[in-house]
């Protein structure tokens, strides 16, 4: 059968189902409204990382500046589509992951661009490849892990089922079987994977391209990651934590489960934060906007693009901007390092840094103060900058070790080094922990 009308039997697959969304409480659509406002704002900012994510959300929105959202896509097209003559696995520009193109796949779905062009069809064969890497990473590896992530595992199976591509049986089969081992970091439960594995077979089992027998796994894995979903949900209403809600949000308007009670109570978590300011990253903002406007990423499979208008303003009156201004005054924050078994302390030091910096200043600052003190480097990544390394030690994800963020003496952060602004007085320990 063609490819095209494999993806035209699959879209109208899914048109043709029931769909149960979550009831937004009502009086809040200013507080949504802001939301858009605000990354379309960083669409327009060419100091920010360019984000697919932020792209697709404003494209699931309800309210649209086609302008605008044509120049972040043009925007991402100059850094993510490849030229005529790269290759599979890379050529002389930098390529980028799974997760990333995955998101780039979803972006250009959510545009409704023509994915039988040259390039296009590139695209659909690299992460197609980038997939298949990582399936054999996971079967001749001790471990069992992806190259990536299995977060970034699920989110490439998504994309190409999202396209209406039949993906190789033994890649779903992989997903199916870390489902099993219930996506652990470390003791904890990873809400976050757990939701993206989740979208991932909710838009499988929907595809009507693969066996009974494979169909019948696939439908038993959404029904065991939703229970886990719901039973992650916590006394607040959130699923894990507050950051990663959204995603199991976007899970639960997936599979309809619109009549359980932990949706509305999910969602008035979600509004409660949103208009305390708490959603500062852009990524978990992007992951936001569509499940306040009742939409998951699956909902991307049937978007047409037609009869949009704009009906966004920059210009619209919000709250809650995230720009910081430091204050005048000045606090202390007690940064200490730490590298089980060593009893040592790499480091233990009392840094001052103006009130409303984040943690991100406070090492700068450590940094700073002396050479050969405190020293730290950090990559880049869609959810902000990520802590590599720390007083020479590098985190491993061969060895399954990353630089914990604790606040003394063993509270996990739930942010990010450039979101999290410690307080006057507190104690940070960086620790180098197994995962």
């Given at each position: 059968?063609?490819?095209?009308?494999?993806?035209l039997l699959f879209v109208l697959h899914v048109l043709a189902l029931p769909v149960q969304l979550c009831e937004i409480p009502r009086g809040n659509p200013a507080l949504i409204k802001c939301l858009n406002m605000e990354l379309l704002r960083l669409s327009q900012d060419l100091s920010e990382e360019l984000n697919p994510s932020v792209y697709v959300a404003l494209r699931l929105s309800a309210d649209h500046s086609l302008e605008k959202e044509a120049q972040y896509l043009q925007r991402l097209?100059?850094?993510?589509?490849?030229?005529?003559?790269?290759?599979?696995?890379?050529?002389?520009?930098?390529?980028?992951?799974?997760?990333?193109?995955?998101?780039?796949?979803?972006?250009?779905?959510?545009?409704?661009?023509?994915?039988?062009?040259?390039?296009?069809?590139?695209?659909?064969?690299?992460?197609?490849?980038?997939?298949?890497?990582?399936?054999?990473?996971?079967?001749?590896?001790?471990?069992?892990?992806?190259?990536?992530?299995?977060?970034?595992?699920?989110?490439?199976?998504?994309?190409?089922?999202?396209?209406?591509?039949?993906?190789?049986?033994?890649?779903?089969?992989?997903?199916?079987?870390?489902?099993?081992?219930?996506?652990?970091?470390?003791?904890?439960?990873?809400?976050?994977?757990?939701?993206?594995?989740?979208?991932?077979?909710?838009?499988?089992?929907?595809?009507?391209?693969?066996?009974?027998?494979?169909?019948?796994?696939?439908?038993?894995?959404?029904?065991?990651?939703?229970?886990?979903?719901?039973?992650?949900?916590?006394?607040?209403?959130?699923?894990?934590?507050?950051?990663?809600?959204?995603?199991?949000?976007?899970?639960?308007?997936?599979?309809?489960?619109?009549?359980?009670?932990?949706?509305?109570?999910?969602?008035?978590?979600?509004?409660?934060?949103?208009?305390?300011?708490?959603?500062?990253?852009?990524?978990?903002?992007?992951?936001?906007?569509?499940?306040?406007?009742?939409?998951?990423?699956?909902?991307?499979?049937?978007?047409?693009?037609?009869?949009?208008?704009?009906?966004?303003?920059?210009?619209?009156?919000?709250?809650?901007?995230?720009?910081?201004?430091?204050?005048?005054?000045?606090?202390?924050?007690?940064?200490?390092?730490?590298?089980?078994?060593?009893?040592?302390?790499?480091?233990?030091?009392?840094?001052?840094?103006?009130?409303?910096?984040?943690?991100?200043?406070?090492?700068?600052?450590?940094?700073?103060?002396?050479?050969?003190?405190?020293?730290?480097?950090?990559?880049?990544?869609?959810?902000?900058?990520?802590?590599?390394?720390?007083?020479?030690?590098?985190?491993?994800?061969?060895?399954?070790?990353?630089?914990?963020?604790?606040?003394?003496?063993?509270?996990?952060?739930?942010?990010?080094?450039?979101?999290?602004?410690?307080?006057?007085?507190?104690?940070?320990?960086?620790?180098?922990?197994?995962?």
């Amino acid at each position: 059968m063609e490819p095209r009308m494999l993806q035209l039997l699959f879209v109208l697959h899914v048109l043709a189902l029931p769909v149960q969304l979550c009831e937004i409480p009502r009086g809040n659509p200013a507080l949504i409204k802001c939301l858009n406002m605000e990354l379309l704002r960083l669409s327009q900012d060419l100091s920010e990382e360019l984000n697919p994510s932020v792209y697709v959300a404003l494209r699931l929105s309800a309210d649209h500046s086609l302008e605008k959202e044509a120049q972040y896509l043009q925007r991402l097209k100059n850094v993510f589509q490849p030229s005529a003559s790269s290759s599979i696995a890379g050529g002389q520009q930098k390529q980028p992951n799974t997760g990333r193109l995955a998101l780039y796949l979803l972006a250009l779905r959510a545009a409704c661009q023509d994915m039988e062009t040259l390039l296009e069809r590139q695209l659909v064969t690299r992460l197609k490849y980038h997939l298949h890497k990582e399936k054999e990473q996971i079967a001749f590896k001790r471990n069992g892990r992806p190259i990536t992530s299995y977060y970034q595992y699920s989110l490439g199976v998504l994309a190409l089922c999202v396209h209406g591509k039949k993906i190789d049986t033994h890649v779903i089969q992989k997903l199916l079987n870390a489902e099993q081992h219930k996506f652990m970091h470390g003791s904890k439960l990873s809400v976050d994977t757990m939701a993206m594995a989740g979208l991932a077979f909710a838009c499988l089992k929907q595809a009507n391209l693969y066996e009974p027998e494979l169909v019948a796994a696939i439908s038993l894995a959404v029904q065991r990651v939703t229970d886990r979903i719901l039973q992650a949900q916590t006394t607040k209403g959130t699923f894990g934590n507050i950051f990663s809600s959204p995603l199991a949000m976007q899970l639960l308007i997936a599979t309809g489960m619109s009549k359980k009670p932990e949706c509305p109570k999910g969602m008035d978590a979600l509004l409660g934060s949103l208009e305390q300011g708490h959603f500062q990253n852009p990524m978990i903002m992007s992951q936001l906007l569509p499940v306040l406007d009742g939409k998951s990423y699956l909902d991307i499979a049937t978007m047409e693009c037609r009869a949009e208008q704009d009906t966004s303003e920059l210009d619209t009156k919000c709250p809650g901007s995230r720009t910081v201004i430091l204050g005048t005054k000045m606090i202390t924050v007690q940064l200490a390092v730490e590298h089980p078994p060593n009893p040592e302390m790499l480091y233990n030091h009392s840094i001052q840094v103006p009130s409303g910096s984040s943690l991100q200043d406070v090492l700068r600052t450590a940094a700073e103060q002396g050479p050969g003190q405190f020293m730290f480097e950090t990559q880049n990544t869609l959810h902000g900058p990520f802590l590599t390394t720390v007083m020479g030690v590098k985190a491993s994800n061969g060895e399954r070790r990353y630089w914990q963020l604790l606040q003394a003496p063993h509270t996990s952060l739930q942010k990010g080094i450039s979101d999290y602004q410690p307080q006057d007085g507190e104690s940070i320990i960086l620790k180098f922990s197994p995962w």
